[in-house]
């Protein structure tokens, strides 16, 4: 297995090792196009260039729909909705907490801390338990999604990303283009997906969120969602956000775009950034050509 050092989540000196297992099947055939981009081997970053030269695949803008205010204090990990709540898992080391709230008020109906020791990472809800990882422990925790009262933890292989559930498996990443399935009573690894496009596999994925046996994803670092596909990991569009930073001379590293939600009574997503000061309701709308 091939083991990639990059930057520290919060910014600090750290290195981080992510850890790609090999891949299950053959990637996608990688065009003309892409070998020209690839004079030493390496895949392209995730850019304007790479997204928007893959013709196979649909890439959406958005439109904004509605606007919320989010607590700037936190570094955003994980967000979904569960039973008509809005659920936030936050990260930093003596900063992260679980938190449920009301999003239309923004009022915090309540939220669990994290013990100094951990960097709080994804959350998700299935059943009526919220499971959520932490970075560098291999340990999660599992609390009860009406109270976030403490029930529980597990132990996962490698460093802990992104969290999300198809209502049968935990599914998360650890930073590489590797997707994980637990099993929710063991926490085995079932299986596993390799992310991949055109180009090459696509890494650094963060934040998760499956709607429709689709997995919609962060890009690490980047201001791009990617969706691909929950059964072969096979890249099934793209979502570009930019412009949607609203102080981007500030907001910069590691105040980076993260958090996905699905609101299926509105039929739109729900994103925000680490430490940003709104959340948005965003529909996404098929980018014109030649954007």
């Not at 990882?133 to 292989?157: A, V």
């Not at 802990?160 to 930073?175: A, F, Q």
């Not at 399935?181 to 085995?188: N, Q, R, S």
Request: negative net charge.
């Amino acid at each position: 297995m091939a083991s990639l050092a990059i930057a520290s989540r919060s910014g600090l000196n750290s290195p981080k090792a992510v850890t790609n297992p090999s891949r299950m099947k053959a990637p996608h055939s990688v065009t003309e196009s892409a070998f020209a981009r690839l004079p030493s081997g390496q895949a392209p970053d995730v850019d304007h260039e790479r997204v928007y030269e893959q013709l196979t695949v649909p890439v959406h803008t958005y439109e904004i729909v509605r606007t919320f205010p989010h607590d700037t204090r936190d570094y955003t990990e994980g967000l979904f909705h569960h039973k008509g709540y809005l659920y936030e898992a936050t990260g930093e080391f003596g900063r992260s907490r679980l938190k449920k709230s009301d999003i239309e008020t923004g009022k915090v109906l309540c939220e669990s801390d994290l013990d100094v020791r951990y960097f709080g990472e994804g959350a998700t809800a299935l059943g009526d338990h919220v499971y959520r990882l932490t970075y560098l422990s291999t340990f999660g925790f599992i609390y009860r999604d009406d109270t976030l009262e403490l029930t529980g933890t597990f132990h996962y292989p490698g460093q802990g990303w992104g969290l999300t559930t198809d209502g049968k498996s935990l599914i998360m990443s650890n930073g590489s283009a590797a997707i994980l399935f637990l099993d929710p009573k063991t926490f085995a690894v079932e299986r596993y997906i390799v992310v991949t496009d055109s180009f090459s596999e696509v890494g650094f994925l963060n934040e998760l969120e499956y709607v429709d046996g689709e997995i919609y994803a962060n890009v690490w670092k980047t201001n791009y969602i990617v969706r691909f596909s929950v059964e072969t990991g096979t890249v099934t569009g793209w979502l570009d956000l930019n412009g949607l930073d609203p102080d981007p001379e500030k907001l910069v590293y590691p105040y980076v775009l993260n958090g996905i939600a699905h609101d299926t009574d509105e039929g739109t997503l729900v994103v925000t950034g680490k430490n940003w000061p709104s959340l948005w309701h965003v529909k996404p709308v098929l980018a014109k050509p030649g954007s």
